[in-house]
C-alpha cells in the first residue's frame, strides 16, 4: 500500500491539532507537530525508506516512526481514527476556519458548548465569543467572517486538486462505453482557478448511465436527460445525455461562460449536424477561440488570430523564477534544483529565499546571504552556461520598506518584493505599502500581489489600475503566482495589464524541486488573460532576463 508524504503529513498534523483540541498530552502533540513539518518537508517518499532508518530520521521519533510504519502498512493511524471518534464533526470543520486554532476550538467546544459552525456563527451574532478570555470584537468579527467565506466556498475544489480526478473519470467513461462519447466541458476546458463541478455531454442513455454510477456507489439525482451524481470524493459531476449527431453542438454550448456564449448567438451561430467548433467560428468570421478565452464578449471584436497564435504554452517556460531552497524554508539544495533545471532543459534558475523577517521560515540574515551568493557563485562556475541568479523575496515591511539595507539589496541580482505579514488591512494601507516597495529601485518583481489563498483567504483590497500603472512607471514585473492555491495576479487582470504595457511573471513560488511543475497552472489561468510569449518574464532567454535586470 503506497501513502504519499502528504497524506501522512496530514495525518500527524490532525492528531497533533487534536490532541490540543482534547488538552491531552502537550509534549506528544508538539512531537506530532513536528513530525508533520518533517515529513511535509522530506525530499524522499517515506513508502521507500528501509523501515528501520525511520527511526534515524531528524524530526521523527520513536513513536512517530512507528507510526508512520503503521500508516504504510495499513492505511490507517488507529491513534487517529480513536481521537477522531471522541470529536464531533462539527468540531473538525473548524479546523477549516481561518483564524481558529486548537486553543480557541477547544475554548468554544470545551467552555462554550458549541459543537457546529452554524452554532458559532449564530453566537458571533449575539457577541457570545467575546465574553471569552482571547477572543476580543475583532477576532469574533474575523471568525464570523471566515466561516461565511467558507460556507460559500463549500463543495469547491482547486483546478489543480480536481485536474487529476478529472482525467480520470473521463477514462472510465470510455473505457465502460467504448461505442458511445463522453466531450468534458464547463469550467474545467475554461481552465477555471477553483471548480464546484464536472459537466460531461454524453450520447450515453440516462438509464445506462444510471446503472453503471450506482454500480460504483455513486449518489444520484435525475431530470429530464440529465444525471447528477456524487461519490466518495464528494465532487458533483454533472452528464447532459443527447443524441449522437448533437453531441458537439451541445457540448461546445456548454464550454463558455453565459456572457460569452449569449454574444455568439446574437451573431447567428447556428446548430450544424454535428458540428466543427472551428466551422462554427469560421461561419461567423471569427477567429478560433480555445475554450479558455471563452470568458468575455468583448474580447470577439478586439482579439485576432494572430493574438490568440501568441497566447503562451506551458512548454515556453525558459526559466524558474522565485524558487525556495534548504537555505530558508525549502527542502531541496540549490544545487539539486539546478541540475533539475538543466535537465528539464530549462536555462536559469532564481533562488529567492525568503528575507529575514521571515522568521517563521527561517528567512537569512546578512552573514547568510553573504555565504548562500558566494555558493552560487561556486555554483555557476561549475554549470555555466546555465546560470543561477541570486534573489530574495523580500517581505514588504508594515511601512512599506523592504527587508534589508540598501547596501545589501544591492548585493542580489534581482528582488521579488511580497507581503507576508499583517496581511489584514484595509484598500488605503495596502496600497501604502505596495507602492513604496514598487517604488524602491531594488525592487524587479512585485510577488502574489493581493495575497489570497484560494478558497481559503481572500486576499488584502488593492487598486489594481494604480499597482499595474506603478509597476510599469518602475519597471517592475508583476507576478503570476502559478502555485495552485494562489494563482495571484488573477487572471481577470491579465488582459489589461498586459494591454497597458505590464510586463508578467509566470513563477511557481516552488519549496522543492517538484514545485517547478506548478508552472504549468500558472500559464493556464494566464492563457484565459490571453497573456503573450513577449509579455511574459520566465518566458525570456537568459540573454533577455540578464538585460531586463541591467535595464533596472
Known amino acids: 500500500m503506497s501513502v504519499s508524504n502528504s497524506a501522512i503529513s496530514d495525518m500527524f498534523g490532525l492528531l497533533s491539532k487534536l490532541m490540543d483540541i482534547h488538552q491531552e498530552n502537550s509534549f506528544k502533540a508538539k512531537s506530532y507537530s513536528s513530525a508533520s513539518f518533517t515529513i511535509d518537508k522530506l525530499g524522499v517518499a517515506l513508502a521507500e525508506i528501509p523501515r528501520e532508518q525511520l527511526f534515524t530520521l531528524k524530526g521523527i521519533g520513536e513513536s512517530s516512526a512507528k507510526k508512520i510504519i503503521e500508516i504504510l502498512e495499513t492505511g490507517k493511524l488507529s491513534a487517529l481514527e480513536e481521537i477522531v471518534s471522541k470529536t464531533p464533526p462539527g468540531i473538525l470543520e473548524m479546523l477549516q476556519i481561518k483564524g481558529l486554532g486548537p486553543k480557541k476550538i477547544s475554548t468554544i467546544w470545551k467552555e462554550m458548548g458549541i459543537e457546529s459552525i452554524g452554532e458559532l456563527l449564530y453566537a458571533c451574532n449575539e457577541n457570545r465569543l467575546m465574553l471569552y478570555k482571547g477572543f476580543g470584537e475583532k477576532t469574533q468579527a474575523n471568525v464570523a467572517e471566515a466561516i461565511e467565506y467558507f460556507l460559500r466556498n463549500q463543495g469547491h475544489f482547486l483546478f489543480a486538486e480536481i485536474e487529476t480526478y478529472a482525467l480520470h473519470m473521463q477514462e472510465v467513461f470510455e473505457k465502460q462505453f467504448p461505442s458511445n462519447r463522453f466531450r468534458i466541458t464547463g469550467d474545467f476546458i475554461r481552465q477555471m482557478p477553483t471548480l464546484d463541478e464536472l459537466v460531461w455531454v454524453t450520447d450515453v442513455s440516462v438509464d445506462l448511465l444510471k446503472d453503471f454510477l450506482k454500480e460504483n456507489a455513486f449518489e444520484i439525482s435525475e431530470e429530464e436527460e440529465v444525471v447528477r451524481a456524487m461519490g466518495q470524493e464528494k465532487v458533483k459531476l454533472v452528464f447532459y445525455c443527447t443524441q449522437p449527431q448533437q453531441l458537439n453542438w451541445e457540448a461546445f454550448l456548454k464550454s463558455g461562460s453565459d456572457a460569452f456564449m449569449g454574444a ?3 451573431k447567428g451561430i447556428a446548430f450544424a449536424e454535428d458540428p466543427e467548433e472551428k466551422e462554427l467560428f469560421s461561419r461567423l468570421s471569427l477567429p478560433y ?34 524558487t525556495h531552497s534548504d537555505w530558508s524554508d525549502g527542502t531541496d539544495t540549490i544545487e539539486n534544483m539546478a541540475k533539475a533545471c538543466i535537465a528539464a532543459g530549462y536555462e536559469y534558475l532564481v533562488i529567492s529565499d525568503h528575507s529575514k523577517s521571515a522568521f517563521y521560515a527561517n528567512g537569512l540574515n546578512e552573514d547568510r546571504i553573504k555565504a548562500q551568493h558566494q555558493y552560487i557563485d561556486e555554483l555557476n562556475a561549475k554549470l555555466t552556461p546555465f ?91 508583476i507576478e503570476i503566482n502559478a502555485h495552485p492555491r494562489r494563482l495571484d495576479l488573477d487572471w481577470s487582470w491579465i488582459a489589461r495589464a498586459q494591454e497597458k504595457g505590464a510586463l508578467l511573471s509566470i513563477n511557481p513560488d516552488a519549496h522543492h524541486i517538484a514545485g517547478f511543475t506548478d508552472t504549468r497552472y500558472g500559464v493556464l489561468v494566464a492563457q484565459k488573460g490571453g497573456l503573450k510569449t513577449k509579455n511574459n518574464l520566465s518566458s525570456f532567454s537568459l540573454v533577455e532576463f540578464e538585460s531586463f535586470i541591467q535595464s533596472k
Open 264 to 266: 455568439l448567438k446574437e
Open 387 to 477: 546560470r543561477i541568479f541570486k534573489s530574495v523575496e523580500s517581505d514588504i515591511l508594515n511601512d512599506g520598506a523592504l527587508d534589508y539595507s540598501d547596501s545589501i539589496l544591492s548585493t542580489f541580482d534581482l528582488v521579488i518584493a511580497s507581503v507576508h505579514s499583517n496581511l489584514k488591512m484595509s484598500e488605503e494601507k495596502a496600497m501604502q505599502r505596495l507602492m513604496r516597495a514598487i517604488e524602491n529601485p531594488f525592487t524587479n518583481i512585485l510577488g502574489h500581489p493581493t495575497g489570497r489563498l484560494l478558497l481559503s483567504r481572500k486576499g488584502y483590497p488593492i487598486d489594481h489600475e494604480k499597482i499595474i500603472d506603478a509597476c510599469i512607471a518602475n519597471k517592475v514585473a
Open 289 to 322: 477561440f480555445p475554450a479558455y478565452l471563452r470568458e468575455d464578449p468583448a474580447s470577439l471584436q478586439k482579439v485576432s488570430e494572430a493574438d490568440i497564435a501568441d497566447i503562451i504554452q506551458p512548454d515556453q517556460i525558459r526559466g524558474i523564477i522565485h
